[in-house]
């Protein structure tokens, strides 16, 4: 590549008296010259550069189809997708859908993609697998004028009340259940006090007219015992709050909230919480025995193995009294929780009565003797963490009817003070 400018160099050197003009032409070259011989190669050139265009034109063509046909397919790739994803999304509010609303009416039966409810139908009939006797059928509370049924609930828990039914040999727990291996597995609440705590929540307690929007007269909800801590003059008492999970409750009412813990229940899972509470209450087998001694599972222990916890309350309209976590159990904070009665009772409701008496005996009570003040924001929550359990729980939903005070003579006399 070094020769041309060697030998321009030496032109220069060789004549120094050429001009730059002449330079310049030296480094100009020769353009041909016209000769009729010389047209036809020219119009052959031509001619090349005309076939290479009009390649290069087809070609342009067909990579401008090609392209053309990528992104109809892209696009058509991208609603596919978009669809997939619309569908997908559905299908995620599907989901949630399902697991916000049962997809039964029947409590118990609630199925999602997470797995099944291994507690459903767990609620006991008879004393054993093998039995046939409807054991935990009601009965008569006194036959031939002799109490046929054991201890009852809910009774009298001032403190230093001492009940007229002998229930020596079982002592209620003392501890609280957790450290005896129990966890809660429902939480629903009665309309008044099932219990009686003179200057708490007793017969001179006062409150709103009971409502009850979802019932007719003949499935009426009975109305139990109520605080003294209402005040029909202040707002925080009267005051309209704006239920959105609790159905049919009523600022300034009382209300008795119980917590039924078990040994057996699906403690730590998703089943942990079921209604009816029975179900959570007897979910795990070989834990819970009946007697007699001589049974596999050993001697009675349902008092050993199942609790319940209850606390009553006023509810008013004022966030000072917000509590986060009524789901879990009792309140205990301060002075609340802090003066508890325990003795060994029954279930209760209203299906039971002085005279008809619950078979779901002896269990363990544990009742806080105070009545506090605690905000409907809090009952609220409350509710909107039962409809996010695995199981259907709207039929604890609302207040439950309280069944009457229990007689002193089917009361145990074993309340630990």
Request: with cysteine; glycine share 8%.
């Amino acid at each position: 590549m070094s020769a041309p400018a060697n030998v321009y160099s030496n032109a220069m050197h060789a004549d120094p008296a050429r001009t730059s003009l002449d330079r310049v032409k030296m480094d100009i070259p020769d353009l041909p010259k016209y000769s009729p011989g010389g047209q036809m190669t020219t119009i052959v050139s031509n001619g090349k550069y005309f076939f290479a265009g009009l390649v290069f034109f087809f070609v342009t063509i067909a990579l401008c189809a090609i392209t053309v046909g990528y992104v109809v397919e892209i696009n058509g790739k991208l609603n596919d997708l978009n669809q997939t994803t619309v569908n997908m999304m559905s299908g995620t509010t599907e989901v949630i859908r399902e697991i916000e609303v049962a997809m039964t009416k029947e409590a118990g039966h609630f199925v999602t993609m997470l797995g099944p409810n291994v507690c459903v139908g767990k609620k006991p009939k008879h004393a054993n697998a093998t039995a046939e006797d409807y054991y935990f059928n009601n009965i008569q509370c006194m036959q031939k004028n002799v109490v046929a049924a054991l201890e009852q609930a809910g009774g009298n828990v001032t403190k230093g009340y001492v009940g007229g039914f002998n229930a020596t040999g079982r002592d209620p727990i003392t501890d609280p259940y957790w450290k005896e291996g129990l966890c809660p597995v429902n939480v629903h609440w009665h309309l008044g006090a099932e219990h009686l705590s003179v200057g708490q929540y007793d017969e001179h307690g006062s409150g709103p007219a009971a409502h009850d929007d979802s019932h007719d007269d003949s499935h009426s909800v009975r109305q139990g015992l109520q605080c003294h801590r209402y005040d029909a003059h202040n707002t925080a008492f009267t005051g309209e709050y704006a239920w959105k999970h609790c159905k049919d409750m009523q600022v300034g009412q009382t209300y008795e909230v119980h917590w039924p813990h078990s040994a057996a229940g699906a403690c730590g899972t998703p089943n942990q919480y079921q209604t009816p509470f029975y179900d959570g209450v007897f979910c795990m087998d070989g834990i819970i025995s009946l007697g007699p001694p001589e049974s596999p599972l050993g001697p009675l222990n349902t008092f050993e193995k199942i609790g319940v916890q209850a606390q009553v309350f006023t509810i008013v309209n004022d966030e000072n009294y917000y509590y986060p976590d009524l789901i879990r159990g009792m309140i205990v904070d301060g002075e609340m929780g802090s003066d508890i009665a325990r003795y060994t009772g029954s279930t209760t409701g209203t299906s039971r009565s002085n005279e008809i008496c619950s078979q779901y005996t002896p269990i363990t009570w544990q009742v806080d003797r105070k009545c506090h003040l605690v905000s409907a924001s809090s009952f609220d929550k409350m509710c909107a963490d039962m409809k996010a359990q695995r199981d259907d729980m709207t039929d604890d939903l609302h207040a439950h009817g309280a069944r009457e005070v229990v007689a002193h003579e089917l009361t145990a006399n074993n309340q630990d003070n």
